[in-house]
Structures are given as C-alpha cells and as structure tokens.
C-alpha cells in the first residue's frame, strides 16, 4: 500500500467511480441501490486511504466495499420487497446475450448504453449518465441543461424511479434496437467532454479526466459502429478540440483564448487523426452535427496563425449547421464567425435576435462585449462583460472577463 495525499486520493475515486458502478450496477442490476452502495464505498475511501494507504487494487477493494453496503441496503424491508419485484433481473452470473453490442466487456462502456434506458425521454437519459458515468454533481449537470439546480435534481431522480417502476430490464440493447440509444450515448458523450474541457463551475478550468475518458468511450463506440458518420464525427470532434487543451492555460491557471493561443503547443497527432476522420466520415455524404461541427474545428486547427483562419469556410458551416441543429448556442456562434466576416455590426445584428431566448446568459453577454470592442464601444463593452463575469459559475472564465475589464478600462 501506498499512503497519498488527500487531493490524489480525491483525484483517484474520481476517476475509479464510474468504473465501480458500471461494475456493481452490472452485477446486481439495481441501479439505484448500486450507486447509493458506491458513494458511501467512495466516503468509505476517502476517510481510510489518506491514513491507512491505497490498497494494491483499488477498484477491487471499492467493488467489494460497494457489494457488501449494498447487502446491507437489499435487508431493510423496502428494499426487500423491490428485491423481489425485480427476481428476474437479479442473477448476477447472467451472461451476455449474444447479439450484446458490446462484446469485449467494458462495464463503463455498458453502464453508458444501460443509462440510456428506453423508458427515459432523451433529456432524462443524458442527465443520468452524466450523473453516472461522467460522475458530474447535478449542479454541472444543470448548468450543462442551462436549467436551475432542483430541477434537474427532480429530473434525475424521477430517471431513476421510471427504470425501477417500468417492468423494462435493465440491460443492453440488442444489434435490432441499439440505434434508438446511440443519440442519447453520443450526446451524453459530448456533454461530458464539454465538462471536462471547459468546466461549467468551480476553480478548474479543465478536468482531463472527464475529457480523456469521454475520447476513451468515443474510441470504443467507434470501434462498435465504425460506419456511423455522426459516430466518427464526434470522436473527430473531441479529437480536434482536444488538441488545443495545453495552449488553453497560462502558467498560472489563467484562459487563453483561441486567438491567443500559442498553436506550437497544440497537439499535431490528433488534430491529424482528427482531421482524417472527419474528412472520411463527410465524403459518405449524410451530414449531421457532430460532423459539421468538428468540420469547424478543424479549419480553425488546420491555421497556421489566427490570421489565417478561414473564416467565410467556418461562417458557411454554421449555416449549415444551424439549419441541421438550431438552437441559440450555433446561433451565437455565427454571429462571432459573421463579425468576422462582415464585421461587429453584422454580428451585433444577429446577436439581438437571441435575447428572447438565452437574454440573461453570461456567454451572450460575453460574445456582445467581445464584438462591441470590436466595433469600437469599449463603456459598452465593459459593461457587457461585467454582466457576463457576474453570470459565469466558471472561476477561471471569471477571472479571465475580469481580466479583459481591466485592460479595457485602461485603455
């Protein structure tokens, strides 16, 4: 045994939990139970190991902890009862079916699948596997939704509540019906990394573990269904957003922003595998989001200098986009691709077009602020970008806006 310190022992459980209920939730087919059996495994952990020391199998020690808090939940009487309601699914020897979708066992992979469960709507799916398998808090989660904080808590525990009551087993789809689960999947993926590589609240600004286990899984998938486009377009996406991760932060924590960024420090081997796998998926010819989106990414990788971004190639795409997938976030993405473009006035026009649906968010306060300095209204612009420091949950995207009113009020 090793002793660590309190912060890698944190760091630890955080990437072993996921992994330690796709374990248990497999074995005993109980998800509810399951993870109430591995969270106190986990507070278990983390008073003993900074004191007592890691055991030589970790994983091993929390899957057997969480086994025996779980017999303990099966005794009360309530539990009892749902115990026997749900016999048929108990069996923890039972086997793969032999159309299972995922044959070499990844139980991360399958708790992934199992979340998106069909008795979920796809909203409630995606927020329980974050909870799950990403290992978000419901405040992430939420954040992620732009939804307040109760009510994706009511959200997740009414996902669950739904499994247990449904008569639906618990399990992995069959070769038939897996493509009804693989949006809810990919968008599960995507929110995941998005978390991970720009964290919605708290200090960090990145947390790889999210992000690196997010490319994991989109590897896996892919590997599963290497003909699906939007499959390979996500995982090229990843890939190529990815690959800018080092540049992203000073060397004391601070953003930097795309147009600053040092681009000899972004990763080359996966923007070139990123970019092959988009540029293999679009020549199939059925387009979707995650496609277009990573097509975008790529162009700005594919810059030598920010200068050299094309940028009327990026505007073009989210037009495409936008008509594939709208919603206000591509929306206010054209219109910083279209400032560019025709410039800050043009961009500040399609900006207003958005106050009735995202008005109070911090990141079109911020994209305002951003282009009124660009059109020359620096009072203007501070003030914008006073609203959207206020609005973020993020610490380091706060102290970055802070930043930015401080160099504008100077000059």
């Known amino acids: ?134 290992g978000l808090t419901t405040a992430e989660i939420a954040a992620a939704f732009l939804v307040p904080e109760a009510t994706m808590a009511q959200r997740i525990s009414r996902a669950k509540q ?7 087993p618990f399990q992995l789809p ?14 599960v993926l995507y929110l995941v990394f998005n978390e991970g ?45 990815d690959a800018r991760r080092q540049a992203r932060m000073g060397p004391h924590g601070e953003l930097i922003p795309l147009d600053r960024q040092d681009r000899g420090r972004w990763d080359q081997a996966a923007i070139a595998e990123g970019v092959e796998l988009v540029s293999r998926t679009l020549r199939l010819g059925s387009v979707g989001p995650y496609q277009l989106q990573a097509a975008i990414a790529a162009v700005h990788d594919e810059a030598a200098r920010a200068e ?39 961009g500040l026009d399609l900006l207003s077009t958005l106050d009735s649906s995202i008005g109070r968010h911090y990141r079109l306060a911020a994209v305002r602020g951003y282009l009124l300095e660009m059109a020359g209204d620096r009072a203007a612009a501070v003030a914008h970008l006073r609203t959207a420091a206020a609005g973020t949950g993020s610490k380091a995207e706060q102290r970055y806006l802070l930043t930015e009113i401080g160099r504008l009020a100077a000059q």
């Open 162 to 168: 739904r499994i247990h009551t449904s008569g639906v």
């Open 308 to 346: 050299e971004t094309d940028w009327p190639q990026i505007l073009a795409l989210y037009g495409v986009l936008e008509r594939v997938q709208a919603n206000p976030m591509v929306t206010l993405n054209r219109a910083v691709a279209l400032a560019m473009v025709d410039g800050p006035r043009a």
């Open 197 to 241: 590589y720009a964290s919605s609240s708290g200090g960090e600004l990145i947390r790889t573990d999210l992000s690196r286990e997010a490319i994991r899984l989109g590897r896996e998938v892919h590997r599963l269904r290497p003909d699906e486009p939007e499959v390979a377009g996500l995982l090229a996406l990843m890939l190529l957003t």
């Open 174 to 187: 069959s070769q038939e019906n897996w493509r009804e689960r693989l949006g809810a999947v990919l968008h």
């Open 1 to 134: 045994m090793t002793v660590p310190g309190r912060s890698s022992t944190e760091d630890l459980l955080r990437e072993l939990a996921p992994r330690v209920l796709a374990v248990v939730a497999r074995k005993y087919r109980d998800f509810d139970s399951a993870e109430d059996a591995v969270q106190e495994a986990l507070l278990a952990a983390a008073e003993q190991w900074p004191t007592e020391g890691v055991p030589d199998s970790p994983e091993a020690w929390l899957v057997t902890a969480a086994s025996r808090r779980l017999i303990n939940i099966w005794r009360s009487d309530t539990a009892r009862r749902r115990r026997e309601e749900l016999s048929g699914l108990m069996d923890p020897g039972t086997a793969p079916a032999a159309d299972d979708p995922v044959p070499d066992r990844d139980d991360t992979l399958r708790l992934l699948f199992l979340c998106c469960h069909p008795v979920l709507t796809a909203s409630s799916a995606i927020a329980l596997t974050l909870r799950a398998v990403g």
